[in-house]
């Protein structure tokens, strides 16, 4: 059995965060038992973080607006000081440099059908698209904006009529049932 270690990275409401701890952390994937020790925000006030209390979840809060290169220079020592060996972002607002994505294979959530929509209006300009299908995709994270090989992708049916937070919650719901599914085959590539 190989124990591997994840971190999450978010800034916001962290329900992806939430959905796989619960679904995945201290819990045996075929050859694999997955341990998820740490979260990092990058926003003091995210509610993930409250998420993260209530799991008994660790997690560290690096906010700084320091220049790219720094942060990230951050970033890797504390995922090296906590021997993490994949990372996970879901809903993290920073773009990882070279050097990051040199050290560490991480992995994105994007809410559209990649490579569609891509950057931070994704949900809206799916949803205001005129194209009959939505969804959700993973990738492997590469230092262009959601733009790394796609892990797993899914879609749903637009409704007519129906509005943009309905239709959001279906994005969230899916993106909740195909991040596991991604994770296990990054985890099977490692
Ligand atoms: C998700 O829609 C994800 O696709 C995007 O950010 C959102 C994060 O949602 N990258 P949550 O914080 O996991 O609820």
Redesign the pocket.
């Known amino acids: 059995m190989k124990e591997v270690r994840l971190a999450i990275l978010?800034s916001?409401?962290?329900?992806?965060?939430e959905n796989i701890y619960k679904n995945m952390n201290d819990k045996n994937f075929d050859d694999f038992l997955v341990k998820i020790p740490l979260a990092i925000s990058s926003r003091k006030d995210a509610y993930?973080i409250e998420r993260c209390k209530n799991l008994g979840l660790k997690c560290e809060i690096i906010a700084s607006k320091e220049h790219k290169v720094d942060y990230d220079k951050k970033l890797i020592s504390i995922l090296e000081s906590n021997n993490i060996n994949l990372v996970i972002?879901?809903?993290f607002m920073r773009i990882l440099g070279k050097e990051f994505c040199s050290k560490f294979i991480a992995l994105?959530?994007?809410?559209s059908i990649l490579p569609l929509f891509k950057g931070a209006n994704a949900?809206k300009e799916s949803y205001q698209s005129d194209m009959k299908i939505a969804g959700?995709s993973v990738h492997y994270v590469s230092d262009e904006l959601d733009s790394g090989e796609l892990i797993e992708q899914d879609i749903i049916y637009k409704i007519e009529g129906e509005s943009f937070s309905d239709f959001e919650s279906r994005?969230?719901a899916l993106?909740h049932k195909i991040y596991p599914k991604a994770i296990l085959k990054a985890l099977c590539k490692l």
């Open positions: 978010f916001g409401n962290g329900s992806n965060l993930g972002l879901a809903g994105n959530i994007h809410p949900l959700a994005i969230h993106e």
